[in-house]
């Protein structure tokens, strides 16, 4: 989905992102991403886990 999209765009979105959002709610944002990821990568391991020992 992302394929064509690169490093001056991103720099792009982020600053529009800034505006529309604010600085403050961007973190929050961003924190709550990374928090889901650490999430979805921990049931993806356990997932995996449970598979190997059946």
């Known amino acids: 989905m992302l394929n064509n999209v690169g490093p001056a765009e991103m720099i792009i979105i ?3 992102a800034l505006f529309l ?4 709610k961007l973190s929050e944002l961003a924190r709550g991403l990374g928090e889901s990821t650490k999430e979805f990568k921990k ?9 190997d020992t059946d």
């Not at 959002?21 to 403050?24: I, R, S, T, V």
């Not at 049931?43 to 598979?51: A, P, V």
């Open 14 to 16: 982020g600053i529009v």
């Open 21 to 24: 959002f604010g600085n403050k």
């Open 43 to 51: 049931i993806k391991k356990d997932i995996g886990k449970e598979i």
